[in-house]
Every structure is written in C-alpha cells, then in structure tokens.
C-alpha cells in the first residue's frame, strides 16, 4: 500500500481529510492510507538512498498515539516558519527533500516561501515582465537590518517585520518619531523588515488557483481596523476576472510552480489595485466553499501521487538493466567496441595482426651495408670464407656459381675449396690485421682472378665429366695442387 503522509494539517480537520481520500486508489489498484500530523509532533531521519523514517506522536480523543512509518508523499498545509509564533521547521523541510520525497506543493516552493521578502522579489521580476498596468504590485521598500533604517519614507506607512503571518508584526507609523521606535524593535528581533505606502483600503482580494479550479473573495472590514484581516469582516465570492485570473496565473510559476497558490491584493478607495504578497498550499480556506476545496486538494495530491508512483515503477522496471550483467553493456563493450574500430586495429581479424609488422622486417639495408665493405676487408668481418665468394660479382659472370652450388652430384668438387681456403682465412686473417700497400693490391687481386678462372674453367668440368675414376681423383689432386700454389703465390708476400 502506499502510504500518504499529511503531517501538516490541522488535527481538528483530520476526520475532513481522511474523508476526502477514502475510497480512493493510485493508478486504480493501490489503497491510500492517511497520517495526519502537525511539525511540532513529527521527527524524522533522512537517508541518501531516498528512504525517509517518520515518527509521529500525537494526540487523538486523549489519548498519545506513537507511529512510525515511510511517507511515499506529503501534503504541506501549514506555515514551515513563523517568526511571530517562533516557530521554524525547515529543518523537516530540508529532511524531506533531502530524502527525495514527493510533495504538493513541491518542497522547494515551501521552503523559497519561507522569507516573504525573497517571494516578494519574485512578484518584482513579474511586474518587470507584465507592466504595472497588468501585474500592479504594490511599492515596497526592503531593509537587511534596523541600522539601515535611516532614509524615511513618506507617511503613513505600514512596516512587516521579519516573516510572519495573519497580520502579525505589521504596525501603521504615521510619522518620523514613530518611524524610530519601529526601528528600535527592529533591533531589538535582528531581522529584516520592509515598508509600503499605507492604503485607504476600500477591500480586500483574494484570488486562489487549486489545480485548475479558479475563485476569487472580496472581503471587507466591519470594524473598521486598517486590517482587514482582524476584527470582523465580511467575506464574499466575486466573478473570476480575466484581470484576476493573470493574477494567479503569474505568481503560481514562481519557483518552478505552485499547484496551490493564493494571491492578495488590496483594493484602495482611489480605484487602484495593489497585489501585496503569494501564498502557497499552506494558505487558509476561506468561504462556503472550504469542503469543495479539499476536494480539489485531494484530486490534485492524487493525480500528483499517481505521476510519482508511474515514475517510481518506471525506474523499477529499469532497475534490472543496471544489474552487474546490465552494466556490461553500457561499461565495458563501448570500450572494446572502440578500440576495436580505431585505425590501429583490424576488427574482427585477430589473425591478420601478426603480419602488419613489417616495419622490423625493414633492417634489409644494414645487410646491404655490410655486403659492400666485404669487397674491402675490415678486422671486424666474424665470417672470413664469406669474403672469398663474394668478390665474385664484381670480378666474374655469377653464371658458373650456381651451376657448382647446384651440382649434387660432386659435393667433394664443393666441399674441397672450403677446406682448402681454411688455410688461406688464416692468413687473410692477418694480412687484413695489417693493410697491404696499394702496389702489391693489384698482383695480389689478378692471382686471386686466375685461381677463379682455372677453378671455373668449362674445360675442367667436362674433363672430371668424362675421366674414369683415377682420372677423377688425379683430376682432383692437381687442382688442389693449382689452388695451393696460387694461393700460396698470392700471400707470399
């Protein structure tokens, strides 16, 4: 069931209010149960999770009844701070909003209507927008403290003090020795007050918005007080005007919007009319109508609680979405998602990866670098016999090379002039340890030159070829013998 919590009304009207809901459910299916308490017999505890804890202790047919409950919504109707009755409870004010809790009207109305001055600024910027001849607000003048009292304003005036209500703390100063003593007292409560020019009234105005139901009353002083408000009057309903309705209109869009409003003016004996101050839901009701306007509260809080409920299961509904695994999808895959789109990545294509780096495939030009000094030995060279073939290029066709290298049918014809250049390497070895003069370069480079060309020679290969096996391996010794000689000749130097 949800509960509706009315904390703020009157007890003497409680058996009016539970009447006005009974019977009624949110969105045709949960019951309304009513509790019904003044501030002062309320506290509560505010938790950031949106929970709100409400003790009530209170007073029925005398006897002290204790609750405790969860409001899921509050009916404000009654004044959150009174300076004339010493009486501030913002404070429940503040707990409610803090823990989120619905209202009529909205908590942050109620507590900016806590300082009439700081509504009447509203009311200022309306004239500034609507003209004084559609929004006619009264001229008022605002003082912080009693020590700014000092400019006097012309006579009579009325000055209120502080934030009150039904008349209290507004006093009728005719002139300026007065005017001081009203300072004095201002002193003496240290809090502000402000000052309007005193108006012969001939009535009083009071047009009040409940939800879309409209009524304007017209009450006049029999007794004859300045105030029309103490002392006996006569109150009646007047036709709703097109000028009165802008009335209400206007003000019930301050502060995000007021569903229950009231404006007052005063109707002066010149013909002029003077709006003097708002009120919201915690304005009295007046007239023979009192029992039809708690009727319209009731739909208004209905209507208000079946938005908040709708909005409270929608987030329900939700809420599954925001369980650990309905928060992957909102977390962690926009992430994986972008990084597997961004240029540096091939989605989809794990394999394809491996391929792309290429860029460390690119020292090719060191090993082309290290071929060419090879025509030039340097003492670094780690591989000797290396420096042996690679000469060849520049000196002979490469035409016969791979013929040997691919000639499987003689690896001896191979593995021969490696073994016998191991020799050979270790005397290169040294001759490089010391560079050769150019004048013996020369000699040196043509011997190497013919051992190649009598190794290579087309001749030699057709005659190991076509000789039997003696003539094969003298073949063989008599090129060892060449090779020796001519690498012999060549280093004899």
Request: proline share 9%.
């Amino acid at each position: 069931a949800v509960s509706l919590s009315l904390p703020f009304i009157s007890p003497s009207v409680y058996c009016c209010v539970a009447k006005v809901f009974r019977g009624k459910k949110i969105l045709g299916e949960y019951d309304i149960k009513v509790e019904q308490a003044e501030f002062s017999e309320v506290n509560l505890v505010a938790h950031s999770n949106g929970t709100c804890n409400v003790d009530m202790q209170v007073i029925r047919g005398g006897t002290k009844v204790v609750r405790s409950f969860r409001p899921d919504f509050v009916l404000v109707r009654q004044h959150a701070f009174s300076m004339a009755q010493n009486e501030d409870f913002r404070n429940l004010i503040i707990g409610l909003q803090y823990a989120g809790v619905p209202s009529v009207n909205t908590l942050d109305s109620i507590y900016n209507l806590c300082d009439k001055p700081w509504a009447f600024s509203q009311l200022i910027n309306n004239q500034k927008r609507l003209g004084s001849d559609k929004f006619p607000l009264i001229n008022q003048t605002f003082y912080p403290n009693y020590r700014d009292m000092i400019t006097t304003p012309s006579f009579p005036v009325v000055v209120k003090i502080g934030h009150a209500h039904s008349g209290m703390g507004k006093v009728k100063v005719d002139n300026v020795s007065d005017f001081q003593d009203i300072a004095s007292v201002v002193a003496i409560t240290q809090t502000y007050c402000t000052t309007e020019p005193f108006v012969d009234a001939k009535y009083d105005i009071r047009v009040q918005k409940i939800g879309a139901d409209y009524k304007a009353y017209m009450r006049t002083s029999i007794s004859g007080n300045w105030k029309s408000n103490t002392g006996s009057a006569m109150l009646e309903q007047v036709a709703m005007t097109d000028k009165y309705k802008l009335w209400v209109d206007t003000c019930s869009e301050i502060f995000g919007g007021l569903d229950i409003c009231a404006v007052k003016a005063i109707c002066g004996k010149d013909g002029n009319d003077y709006i003097t101050e708002v009120v919201g839901s915690s304005m009295q009701l007046i007239g023979d109508h009192q029992a039809e306007d708690r009727q319209l509260i009731s739909e208004v809080v209905l209507a208000k609680m079946n938005q908040a409920l709708t909005t409270r299961s929608s987030s329900a509904s939700r809420s599954p979405a925001r369980s650990p695994q309905g928060q992957k999808p909102t977390t962690v895959q926009p992430q994986q998602v972008t990084e597997l789109c961004s240029p540096s990545a091939s989605p989809g294509k794990p394999k394809d990866l491996p391929p792309k780096p290429t860029p460390p495939a690119k020292p090719i030009p060191p090993v082309r670098r290290n071929s060419k000094p090879q025509l030039q030995p340097k003492p670094q060279s780690p591989t000797p016999p290396k420096a042996f073939p690679k000469p060849q290029p520049t000196t002979q066709p490469q035409g016969p090379e791979p013929t040997l290298a691919s000639d499987a049918t003689h690896p001896a014809q191979v593995q021969s002039p490696a073994k016998s250049s191991q020799p050979s390497s270790n005397v290169q070895a040294q001759a490089q340890a010391k560079p050769p003069s150019p004048s013996q370069n020369p000699d040196k480079s043509q011997s190497l030159t013919n051992a190649f060309n009598a190794f290579s020679d087309s001749s030699f290969f057709r005659g190991v070829s076509g000789s039997s096996g003696d003539g094969q391996e003298e073949a063989k010794a008599e090129t060892i013998r060449n090779l020796r000689k001519s690498f012999a000749s060549l280093f004899s130097d």
